[in-house]
């Protein structure tokens, strides 16, 4: 079941994300996020009319997506830049592209115009559900992060949403 998420799946989304954090490169950050982090994240993005979906199987939520704004001037207002992450447990399931339908369904009704996606690269399963998206490489930045002794190249795809 995919289903608007509450600040009562806060816990659940830490715990998914946090295991990102400390074993791999896909995020940037560095340091594990609390329930409290992820409760105010939430209300930051629904606060702008955005929204942040949470995906349960068996009553237990094992992935979540999300849509912010690409950047706060006004003109960008119709861009947003998309996110979603699986259980390490339940990538391969198809939740993520089940995710990625709803996001992308409620933002074009949304008016969105632009859809854009960074990837830590390399990542060809992350490459690959962008892609089933008809999203397409529009950037390469090299070695712009630094983690786990490593630098750190992100590409960054993006779509044109058709309501």
């Given at each position: ?26 995020t ?17 993005v ?59 369904d ?13 990837i ?7 490459i ?10 529009v ?25």
């Amino acid at each position: 079941m995919i289903r608007a998420a509450t600040e009562l799946d806060a816990q659940s989304i830490a715990d998914i994300y946090n295991h990102y954090i400390e074993h791999t490169v896909i995020t940037f950050e560095e340091q594990a996020v609390a329930r409290h982090e992820i409760i105010s994240r939430i209300e930051k993005v629904t606060g702008a009319s955005l929204p942040w979906f949470v995906a349960e199987d068996d009553g237990a939520v094992i992935g979540y997506a999300y849509a912010t704004r690409w950047n706060t001037r006004s003109a960008y207002r119709h861009t947003v830049e998309t996110s979603v992450y699986l259980s390490h447990t339940s990538v391969s399931k198809g939740w993520g592209t089940r995710l990625y339908e709803t996001l992308f369904d409620t933002l074009r009704h949304k008016s969105i115009h632009v859809v854009i996606g960074g990837i830590t690269l390399p990542n060809p399963a992350s490459i690959a559900l962008h892609e089933k998206f008809g999203m397409k490489k529009v950037a390469h930045f090299k070695e712009v992060g630094y983690k786990f002794g490593q630098w750190l190249d992100v590409g960054y795809w993006q779509t044109e949403l058709r309501a």
